[in-house]
Every structure is written in C-alpha cells, then in structure tokens.
Nanobody, 123 residues
Framework: QVQLLESGGGLVQAGGSLSLSCAAS????????MGWFRQAPGKEREFVAA????????YYADSVKGRFTISRDNAKNTVYLQMNSLKPEDTAVYYC????????????????WGQGTRVTVSS
C-alpha cells in the first residue's frame, strides 16, 4: 500500500479551473496505477480518471473527458488532476486512490485511499 494525501480543493465558479494534487509515500508508488474518484452527497463514489504506472495511458469518465487531465510525476511521488471548465455537477469530494491490480475503473480494485478534498462549483 501507499499513503495518499490530497490537496487543492476549494470553491470555484462554473467555468473555472482547479488543480488537485495527491502526494504519495511509499516506495511502491511508481508501480501503482493511480486514480481519482469523486463522491457527491447522496451518491455513490464514481470513477473520474486514472493513469497507469508509466503515465503512458490514461482513462477518463465520459462526464469529464476533454475537461479534466490526469498526470503523474513519479520522481515526486505525486499525481495531479487538472480540472477545467468546471460545472456545478462536478461538486463532490475528490479522492485519490492507488491500485496494484492493473484494473482502474472500480473502487474495489484500489487498496490505498486518501482522505479526500472537497470541490465546490457554484453556478
């Protein structure tokens, strides 16, 4: 497992941008696929984006494709989520997660989770 700590959440107007960061500790970070999930009040946790260990391949939910970009810096043990053109429906707590399974779309595939950072998009 790796230990994860998210930062960068906050309040932004619709159409604005935010950048989330997730700092990881643990020597196995570079071998993990990393993902971002989000959970809005009263809703289930949903997949947002993921990136494999090398950074070569990325995956996105249809709802964020073209607006969000996931990236990672293995030298800094950090994964990022750049969020542009934010919409009120993007409001949620965003979680960083890591998996050694190679499967990225479902929460149960992940064995490491951060505590979450709140993103609020006002209309």
């Amino acid at each position: 497992q790796v230990q994860l700590l998210e930062s960068g959440g906050g309040l932004v107007q619709a159409g604005g941008s935010l950048s989330l960061s997730c700092a990881a500790s643990g020597r196995t970070f570079s071998s993990y696929a990393m993902g971002w999930f989000r959970q809005a009040p009263g809703k289930e946790r949903e997949f947002v984006a993921a990136i494999i260990w090398s950074g070569v391949r990325t995956y996105y939910a249809d709802s964020v494709k073209g607006r969000f970009t996931i990236s990672r810096d293995n030298a800094k043990n950090t994964v990022y989520l750049q969020m542009n053109s934010l919409k009120p429906e993007d409001t949620a707590v965003y979680y960083c997660a890591g998996t050694s399974s190679g499967r990225v779309y479902y929460p149960h595939e992940y064995d490491s989770w951060g505590q979450g950072t709140r993103v609020t998009v006002s209309s």
